[in-house]
């Protein structure tokens, strides 16, 4: 397993990994590798998402490349 560096993702970007999940059938698993984010993560926005407490991460906004980067790292 590799360490992802902390970053900050939009409300957007969370919102459509846990529709993935969720409306897709995808596995969490799958979904966590596809965007590079960790499952645990993901497993936050979820329940987060079920609470109706997906809120927009503080940081600037990451782009594709970004993550991208991150992911290869």
Same mark, same amino acid.
């Given at each position: 397993?590799?360490?992802?560096?902390?970053?900050?993702?939009?409300?957007?970007?969370?919102?459509? *990994?846990?529709? %993935?999940?969720?409306?897709? @059938? #995808?596995?969490?698993?799958?979904?966590?590798? &596809? +965007?590079?984010?960790?499952?645990?993560?993901?497993?936050?926005?979820?329940?987060?998402?079920? *609470?109706?407490? %997906?809120?927009?991460?503080? @940081? #600037?906004?990451?782009?594709?490349?970004?993550? &991208? +980067?991150?992911?290869?790292?």
């Amino acid at each position: 397993m590799y360490k992802i560096p902390k970053q900050s993702y939009t409300t957007e970007f969370k919102q459509e *990994a846990v529709r %993935l999940v969720e409306a897709e @059938g #995808k596995s969490p698993a799958q979904v966590a590798r &596809e +965007l590079g984010i960790s499952e645990q993560t993901l497993s936050n926005w979820r329940k987060a998402s079920k *609470a109706g407490k %997906l809120a927009a991460g503080t @940081g #600037k906004a990451i782009t594709p490349e970004q993550m &991208e +980067l991150s992911r290869l790292r």
